[in-house]
T-cell receptor, first 116, second 116 residues
């Protein structure tokens, strides 16, 4: 079963605009990760945020985490055509929750299209 | 840069036939994962290995799927007999997890299986 749910399912923006994707999850987590998948390819890790962190930056990426609301957001600033891809959030279960450790549960993804 | 290798990249097979996928993780990564990704969905874990041992195969349909990692390095996922519903992308990932923390997962390019 999939724990995370990304919102929106699809997003289309113009190059240079910012893109925001949201992720909600159901159970307590150890960390949350965001991955990118270009069409028909494997996933590429973007950023990891731990449960005790609230915000993290990496280049043009900004991730926030609100554990009280069980939600996260991924912001891509100044988007480029090359950012066109599907973006997935993945949660790593709290090791004390009884769930398998070092296992990621992925959402269904947000399909981002950046129009040149 | 080290990568996860998978072969074949594409496989077309008739239902009731046997099919096998191969994965070579990043050197030194003890943990290996096989995922299935249906079009438009996120990856779902099939089996997790720690070295040569299966950590979790609770989501693996064991009547037709099998996975092995005999020497704790490369791995093979087999389906016999294949069914139409098995058509999907099969992704392999590895990570350098060790006690106390979890790490990002590195994904291979995947094998796109079409069952006719």
């Amino acid at each position: 079963s999939q724990q995370g749910e990304e919102d929106p399912q699809a997003l289309s923006i113009q190059e240079g605009e910012n893109a925001t994707m949201n992720c909600s999850y159901k159970t307590s987590i150890n960390n949350l990760q965001w991955y990118r998948q270009n069409s028909g390819r494997g996933l590429v890790h973007l950023i990891l945020i731990r449960s005790n962190e609230r915000e993290k930056h990496s280049g043009r990426l900004r991730v926030t985490l609100d554990t009280s609301k069980k939600s996260s957001s991924l912001l891509i600033t100044a988007s480029r055509a090359a950012d066109t891809a599907s973006y997935f959030c993945a949660t790593d279960a709290d090791p004390y929750s009884g769930a398998g450790s070092y296992q990621l549960t992925f959402g269904k993804g947000t399909k981002l299209s950046v129009i040149p | 840069e080290a990568e996860v290798a998978q072969s074949p990249r594409y496989k077309i097979t008739e239902k009731s036939q046997a099919v096998a996928f191969w994965c070579d993780p990043i050197s030194g990564h003890a943990t290996l994962y096989w995922y299935r990704q249906i079009l438009g969905q996120g990856p779902e874990l099939l089996v997790q290995f720690q070295d040569e041992s299966v950590v979790d195969d609770s989501q693996l349909p064991k009547d037709r799927f099998s996975a092995e990692r005999l020497k704790g390095v490369d791995s093979t996922l087999k389906i016999q007999p294949a069914e139409l519903g098995d058509s999907a992308m099969y992704l392999c990932a590895s990570s350098g997890t060790s006690g106390g923390d979890s790490y990002e997962q590195y994904f291979g390019p995947g094998t796109r299986l079409t069952v006719t």
